[in-house]
Structure formats: structure tokens, C-alpha cells
């Protein structure tokens, strides 16, 4: 950022100099599926979001019925479960809480069901 003189100041442009190799979630070799963290604020703070008059009405507008906010109570539940459990046992219940969403997601239609791909 320029000053009112018109020069840049170093800690501005310091900023802006990111190395993508120190930080270990920037990194190439960072896989998200070995992320194991789980915040309860969050998830409820997602399932109340969910069950509101206003969200309920909104989709009920659009698609004609009641939102399910089911995977976000069960994320809530997996997130203090996952409190009084060992870490080796809460990573194990976060890995087939994942597996359990990506098979969801693979069993959902998707774009590639509309798009062939070219050779």
C-alpha cells in the first residue's frame, strides 16, 4: 500500500510475498481427507442456520418442501462425540464420517452424468 508520500512500506509488501511451501495446507503435499478437526460451535451454529423459519421458507419456495438439516446434525454429533472419545478413535469416527460423504456424493448425480468428455 502507498502512504500519503507515495512510497510503499516494507510490511505491506511483505504481506504480499507469500511462499506457498511454508505453510503445510498450501503445500502440494497436503491431503484435506487427513484434516481430523471438528468444531461443535460451527457445526450447530450450521444446523441452526438450517432449521430457521427463513431458510425453511426460502427452500420450501423454490423446491416445494421442507429442508432436510439431517447431515448437520450429524456433523454436530460426530463434533462431541468426537470430544470425549482418544484422538486415535475420533480420527478413526471423522475418516468413515468422510467416507460416508463422499460415497453420498458419488451416488448424487453430477455434471459428468450431462457432459461427455472429449478424447
Given amino acids: 500500500m502507498a502512504d500519503s508520500s507515495g512510497s510503499t512500506r516494507p510490511?505491506?509488501?511483505?504481506?504480499?510475498?507469500?511462499?506457498?511451501?511454508?505453510s503445510p495446507k498450501l503445500a502440494a503435499s497436503y491431503d484435506p481427507s487427513e484434516d481430523f478437526t471438528c468444531k461443535a460451535s460451527q457445526a450447530f451454529d450450521h444446523w441452526f442456520a438450517c432449521i430457521t423459519v427463513g431458510k425453511q421458507l426460502s427452500n420450501y419456495y423454490r423446491y416445494g418442501e421442507k429442508r432436510g438439516c439431517s447431515k448437520h446434525w450429524d456433523?454436530?454429533?460426530l463434533c462431541m462425540a468426537m470430544k470425549i472419545r482418544s484422538e486415535e478413535s475420533g480420527k478413526t469416527m471423522m475418516r468413515e464420517f468422510k467416507a460416508k460423504q463422499q460415497a453420498e456424493r458419488d451416488s448424487q448425480p453430477n455434471v459428468m452424468d450431462v457432459w461427455t468428455v472429449r478424447k
Avoid: A, G, H, Q
Fill in 11 to 22: 510490511e505491506d509488501s511483505e504481506k504480499l510475498n507469500l511462499d506457498w511451501n511454508e
Fill in 75 to 77: 456433523k454436530f454429533k
